[in-house]
């Protein structure tokens, strides 16, 4: 009988594939597959480094002075003679010989599978050296790191899905190359970083699986049913069937969307909307212009920080970056929002995550967005110069993340300025840039007369805006029930915020443009709720752009602009339901 489990839904469609078990504090190592007809090389690195390993192991013992303790002598026999186990030598070439792991893959995998006999086990002393087995396995992947691979083979064999209980979004770019078909998380949330990059990677995915990498084993068959959150494990061929003939489907609707790709977004009113597209690094903007993207509403260059240890980009490599993208988009307007480290995405090296859990007791109240990168003007102002620098390739609009004081509004146009003055003083040439802000916090549209006369742009990032707002952690599955985005309370501010934006005379004695680049622009079945609400301008992830489009060209705005009052007048679900049903129809 197959085993049935549900999650929360974060990226559509559908995967069939064999589960590859990944603990979380493993993910960091590389996961490829070597050549074909190269698996016994990969064995012999590995068994290379095991030759490296004991050899280490012999010295220290040989080293340890005369009055070491016993247990010393005694603790490195006993990871000699792990190294010897078949466990680790003989079935971790299995995986490299079966599978064509990698030789880094092959040992997590089989440590995952050590690691949970040891779990079973009911003799307290055994089950606490699953320990040594960790530190032989991560001496072993120490002495891999020096030694390269043989890369970057393509795989032919089953379709793999990752199952793992959290995966940082540090580690979750880390899959952009596409070895995995489908990823199943234990913890999560639907906006959740690690769930937005999912969704940038137009891969099924479920997460908040809660007891999933418990209950799934390596190697398991697993379909991710990315539409509705559920989970089949060891699915009968009737229903393998079954899936394959919808992934089929959901494939020739996605080649017919692309049909639309050149067609303008225009409602049937008239009015032209538009659609513009969310990365995360430079490379994403083939994806978003194939998706026929105005440009780009959003590009967290925090992703750019990631996975570096403490080696920040300085700003020539930012510089590159900033300007790869304005080239690429080849004169459409490209939105560069300064860094939002902290909450739930730390950097990797930052020693506020570790093992899935964070440190600092608030992290999503704590210091990050522009507060991290105010406690740092040196290191912002190398992030400014470089943006300011790349404004003289393309139309720049620099975006401040999760703004709420006064006194940061003027602090970051200080900045600002000051990094100009320093590009001036040095004879570098900077270009002309748009400042914006986005609205995050409920304080922020209280604050909008004030914001509105600095800005030159709103871009409304609702991800924040629910958190805040209901105070709701958007990472936590187990409030995941309550993460509401058409609750009235957030409709209210949002609404707000696009008729405060268009009635204002900015500072530049025009309207302003207001933008949302949350993950309720890429939502269908939201778009009629924000063309009705005035919005003009989404912001999501190119994989949305056409199914968006598509609610548009049906749109007409006259007609959904009272029909949006009226689901904002309604406070009780059963009216806004009612009102809700009325705006679809
Ligand atoms: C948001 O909060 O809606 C947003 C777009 O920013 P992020 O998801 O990166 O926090
Ligand atoms: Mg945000």
Redesign the pocket.
């Known amino acids: 009988m197959a085993l049935q489990m549900f999650g929360i839904p974060v990226s559509r469609g559908v995967a069939v594939g064999r589960a590859v078990l990944i603990s979380s504090a493993r993910l960091d190592v590389a996961h490829y597959f070597v050549d074909p007809g190269q698996e016994e090389a990969e064995v012999n690195r590995l068994r290379a480094a095991r030759s490296a390993v004991r050899a280490e192991l012999q010295t220290l013992q040989a080293e340890l002075p005369p009055d070491a303790p016993p247990e010393l002598a005694a603790f490195m026999d006993v990871h000699m003679m792990l190294l010897d186990d078949p466990q680790i030598g003989r079935e971790t070439a299995g995986w490299i010989r079966r599978r064509r792991y990698n030789a880094e893959w092959a040992l997590t995998a089989q440590l995952d599978v050590i690691a949970r006999s040891f779990d079973d086990m009911d003799d307290s002393y055994l089950r606490e050296r699953k320990a040594d087995v960790e530190q032989v396995v991560e001496r072993l992947l120490r002495a891999l790191q020096g030694t390269q691979g043989l890369t970057g083979g393509v795989h032919g064999g089953d379709d793999l899905v990752l199952v793992a209980h959290d995966i940082a979004p540090a580690d979750m770019m880390q899959f952009k190359q596409g070895v995995f078909r489908g990823f199943v998380t234990d913890i999560g949330g639907k906006?959740s970083?690690t769930a937005?990059v999912a969704r940038s990677l137009d891969i099924p995915a479920v997460v908040g699986a809660r007891e999933a990498s418990r209950l799934i084993r390596q190697d398991d068959w697993v379909i991710i049913d990315g539409d509705n959150g559920l989970l089949i494990v060891d699915p009968s061929p009737a229903i393998v069937d079954d899936y394959r003939v919808r992934k089929q489907e959901s494939e020739l609707s996605r080649q017919r969307l692309l049909r639309l790709r050149n067609t303008p977004a225009r409602t049937l009113d008239g009015q032209t909307i538009e659609l513009l597209a969310?990365i995360e690094l430079p490379d994403d903007c083939d994806t978003a212009l194939v998706a026929g993207a105005g440009g780009i509403g959003?590009f967290?260059t925090e992703f750019l920080f990631m996975n570096r240890s403490r080696d920040l980009p300085g700003e020539d490599e930012q510089f590159e970056a900033y300007r790869r993208v304005l080239q690429s988009m080849g004169g459409k307007p490209v939105t560069i929002?300064t860094i939002?480290i902290g909450?739930d995405?730390p950097l990797d090296a930052d020693l506020d995550y570790r093992d899935g859990e964070f440190t600092h007791l608030n992290p999503a109240l704590g210091l990050r967005a522009i507060r991290y990168s105010l406690s740092d003007p040196a290191m912002f102002r190398v992030q400014l110069r470089a943006l300011l620098r790349a404004a003289a390739f393309g139309p720049l609009r620099i975006l401040v993340?999760m703004l709420a004081h006064a006194r940061e509004l003027r602090q970051t146009l200080e900045q600002l300025e000051l990094a100009r003055a320093e590009l001036r003083a040095a004879g570098v040439e900077a270009g002309p840039v748009e400042l914006g802000v986005?609205i995050?916090v409920p304080g922020a549209v209280l604050m909008l007369p004030l914001f509105l006369r600095y800005f030159d742009f709103i871009?409304?990032?609702?991800?924040?805006?629910v958190?805040y707002t209901l105070a709701i952690d958007r990472a936590d599955e187990s409030v995941a029930e309550l993460y509401d985005p058409l609750h009235p309370a957030v409709l209210q501010l949002l609404a707000q915020t696009i008729s405060l934006s268009h009635a204002a005379h900015g500072w530049k004695g025009r309207p302003v443009h207001v933008s949302v680049?949350?993950?309720m622009a890429g939502d269908p079945q939201l778009t009629r709720l924000l063309l009705g609400l005035g919005l003009r301008s989404f912001s999501m992830h190119p994989a949305q752009i056409l199914r968006v489009k598509q609610e548009v060209l049906r749109a007409d705005c006259s007609r959904l602009a009272p029909l949006a009052q009226a689901v904002l007048a309604e406070l009780e679900p059963e009216g806004q339901a009612r009102a809700l049903a009325a705006l679809a129809g």
């Not at 871009?459 to 805006?465: E, I, M, R």
């Open positions: 906006t970083h937005i969310n959003l967290r929002r939002d909450a995405k993340p986005m995050e871009s409304v990032g609702t991800n924040d805006l958190q680049c949350g993950e």
